[in-house]
């Protein structure tokens, strides 16, 4: 049997929301998406309320996973530890509310999802990912492991794919917002692709309005972000998994611009 997983790129404000909760049912359907993952923790620009979480879930997502803006929006704590269909980063130090893997039914199938965040030029503070991951996958009951990775290298998430070839079916990141060309299947099964992409708007600097960029790089005063204006993208990859084999047999985007 053959089991369709959707991984949803970062979805960046009220724009990457709105095209969620527009299009994402359609496209389940019109791929025969059996089980979605969305990154969500843009949805307030920076961070996530309880009340945006809901609304993803509403509009077909089975997981949130999150990444390194998790705690910008503080009250998402006290949903973290009710909630179990939104994860953060498993390798977060010290005391944190929530959980960084979940064990969710599909088809038949238990699949674990794991979200993880890098510490190459993002977050030193954090245990490591990759310790962490085999302290998950090594005590999980589950038939299919999947994880999101948030990071900013490219090297470091290719070396998780590569760290977790035949111990997880997918690995994709995020984080960067910029969608990649390299969709493959590593030679144990492990499916991968650098990074999702985001959804949002599209003509804009990750989701922000590119003057607000070009101040910065210009030297000028910090000021808020906000969020860029127009039409809107969603960047997502397809993974189809042989549920016999626990192998991943396919990977391919599946990207909508409006």
Not at 131 to 153: I, P, T
Not at 169 to 183: F, I
Request: hydrophobic share 40%.
């Amino acid at each position: 049997m053959l089991l369709k997983l959707l991984a949803v790129g970062d979805v960046v404000g009220e724009g990457g929301q709105d095209i969620l909760s527009r299009r994402l049912s359609s496209l389940r359907e019109e791929l025969g998406a059996h089980f979605t993952v969305v990154n969500g923790e843009n949805a307030s620009g920076v961070g996530v309320t309880p009340a945006q979480a809901r609304r993803m879930l509403e509009a077909g997502a089975d997981v949130i996973t999150l990444g390194n803006h998790t705690w910008n929006r503080i009250q998402i704590g006290d949903y973290l530890d009710k909630e179990p269909r939104i994860l953060r980063p498993a390798n977060y130090a010290g005391r944190v509310p929530g959980r960084g893997m979940g064990v969710y039914s599909c088809q038949g199938m238990r699949i674990a999802v794991l979200n993880l965040m890098g510490r190459l030029e993002l977050n030193s503070n954090l245990d490591s990912p990759f310790k962490s991951a085999d302290w998950l996958l090594n005590r999980g009951n589950y038939d299919l492991a999947v994880v999101d990775f948030h990071a900013e290298a490219t090297s470091e998430k290719g070396a998780m794919a590569w760290y977790l070839d035949g111990r997880a079916a997918a690995v994709w990141g995020t984080h960067t917002h910029v969608p990649t060309a390299d969709c493959q299947i590593l030679p144990k099964g492990t499916g991968f692709v650098t990074d999702l992409g985001m959804t949002g708007p599209r003509r804009s600097v990750l989701g922000i309005k590119p003057e607000h960029s070009i101040n910065l790089f210009l030297g000028g005063l910090p000021r808020r972000y906000e969020e860029a204006e127009g039409n809107c993208k969603l960047n997502a990859c397809l993974f189809t998994f042989d549920t016999e084999k626990k192998k991943c047999v396919a990977v391919s985007r599946a990207d909508i611009e409006e």
